[in-house]
T-cell receptor, first 112, second 113 residues
Framework: NAGVMQNPRHLVRRRGQEARLRCSPM?????VYWYRQLPEEGLKFMVYLQKENIIDESGMPKERFSAEFPKEGPSILRIQQVVRGDSAAYFC??????????FGPGTRLTVL | SQQGEEDPQALSIQEGENATMNCSYK?????LQWYRQNSGRGLVHLILIRSNEREKHSGRLRVTLDTSKKSSSLLITASRAADTASYFCATARGETSGSRLTFGEGTQLTVNP
């Protein structure tokens, strides 16, 4: 049973470009969470999704950030017009209906 | 200050010693979880303790929860160099998986061989 998969593991973008981060949850998990971790800090919640629905996006910036979890395929976190302050590690977690959240290895975004 | 604060921020011990890390939080919770993160890697779930539990064990790990003081501790016994990592507590307010985790800033543990 493969764990949560994220790709790419490392992503470098120039200011103003778009970043797309993908997350494939564990088999059987229908709940996906995205968190962001700045250097030397803990993880901060961004958004919680179920298939085709955004349940809680209270931690996600209103502008430039969007997330989706389509019926088929991975969950996508999209950051438009990236700025240097977006440089961070972005972690995805998945869980079954109830239970522990299992984290992926993260995508490390560097904005030049 | 934010929910889920760990102390100490950094802890350095010798192999074989015990390591104790503490976590405090502010709001009511359904459960509290501890995670480990090796440098530059993802998070590994260690243990979950529910609000109606006071103590839980898993191998060399012992977690306590005091809801009256809104605090938890993680004890790692007989530490090994491989235990070197950052340790985070995370609180969840709901029972179902639709419950965001609120993480602390972490404790950096270094176990010297």
């Amino acid at each position: 049973n493969a764990g949560v998969m994220q790709n790419p593991r490392h992503l470098v973008r120039r200011r103003g470009q778009e970043a797309r981060l993908r997350c494939s949850p564990m088999k059987g998990h229908s709940h996906v969470y995205w968190y962001r971790q700045l250097p030397e800090e803990g993880l901060k919640f961004m958004v919680y999704l179920q298939k085709e629905n955004i349940i809680d996006e209270s931690g996600m910036p209103k502008e430039r950030f969007s997330a989706e979890f389509p019926k088929e395929g991975p969950s996508i976190l999209r950051i438009q017009q990236v700025v240097r302050g977006d440089s961070a590690a972005y972690f995805c977690a998945s869980s079954p209906l109830q239970g522990t959240q299992y984290f992926g290895p993260g995508t490390r975004l560097t904005v030049l | 200050s934010q929910q889920g604060e760990e102390d100490p921020q950094a802890l350095s011990i010798q192999e074989g010693e015990n390591a104790t890390m503490n976590c405090s939080y502010k709001t009511s919770i359904n459960n509290l979880q501890w995670y480990r993160q090796n440098s530059g890697r993802g998070l590994v779930h260690l243990i979950l303790i529910r609000s109606n539990e006071r103590e839980k064990h898993s191998g060399r790990l012992r977690v306590t929860l005091d809801t009256s003081k809104k605090s938890s501790s993680l004890l790692i016994t007989a530490s090994r160099a491989a235990d070197t990592a950052s340790y985070f507590c995370a609180t969840a307010r709901g029972e179902t998986s639709g419950s965001r985790l609120t993480f602390g800033e972490g404790t950096q543990l270094t176990v010297n061989p």
